[in-house]
T-cell receptor, first 112, second 112 residues
């Protein structure tokens, strides 16, 4: 089955700096790659997603890139703010499959 | 609009006691439903998913079971809890495969 690895497990940046979180997946059939943000005591919420037919997607300060050949995808947050502090999860989903495999998560801390 | 309700928010149960966590979805029909477990400092582990009433798929052999008695109701159960069942349990739904999953607020279960 699909295996998703996520790095780093913790990331601390200064407010205004950029943050990058990377994930790799094992099954080349995966074609949907969402990123979720989880605040303390809450369920994860989708912040951005990308499908395998595009290589990059951007939404204001957040962008995701996908390299299908290398089977990795990354989350980029620019001009970080303290409210970006949370745990971020990447995930990969196989076509026509009902489960989504998550990475172990990255705890991002943005220092004011 | 669609909403997902999950309860209780926190639960402390003794070893060997039964468990029942309930999740309901409003505002949509025939959703895919999921139960995830999140251990402390770790990612989301898919436990069960369901594509319809009475249809349950289990991803991990364990002490838990799931049922879907109604279209928008998903229940996670155990006959006898183990210490290792402690964790943060999340219910989620999606309209179709290969789309965004919406998570509930989670239940923090502590088995003592």
């Amino acid at each position: 089955g699909e295996n998703v690895e996520q790095h780093p497990s913790t990331l601390s940046v200064q407010e205004g700096d950029s943050a990058v979180i990377k994930c790799t997946y094992s099954d080349s059939a995966s074609n949907y790659f969402p990123w979720y943000k989880q605040e303390l005591g809450k369920g994860p919420q989708l912040i951005i997603d990308i499908r395998s037919n595009v290589g990059e997607k951007k939404d204001q300060r957040i962008a995701v890139t996908l390299n299908k050949t290398a089977k990795h995808f990354s989350l980029h947050i620019t001009e970080t703010q303290p409210e970006d502090s949370a745990v971020y999860f990447c995930a990969a989903s196989l076509y026509n499959n009902n489960d989504m495999r998550f990475g172990a998560g990255t705890r991002l801390t943005v220092k004011p | 609009s669609q909403t997902i309700h999950q309860w209780p928010a926190t639960l402390v149960q003794p070893v060997g006691s039964p468990l029942s966590l309930e999740c309901t979805v409003e505002g949509t029909s025939n959703p895919n439903l999921y139960w995830y477990r999140q251990a402390a400092g770790r990612g989301l582990q898919l436990l069960f998913y369901s594509v319809g009433i009475g249809q349950i798929s289990s991803e991990v052999p364990q002490n838990l079971s799931a049922s879907r008695p109604q279209d928008r109701q998903f229940i996670l159960s155990s006959k006898k809890l183990l210490l290792s069942d402690s964790g943060f349990y999340l219910c989620a739904w999606s309209k179709e495969t290969y789309t965004e999953a919406f998570f509930g607020q989670g239940t923090r279960l502590t088995v003592v």
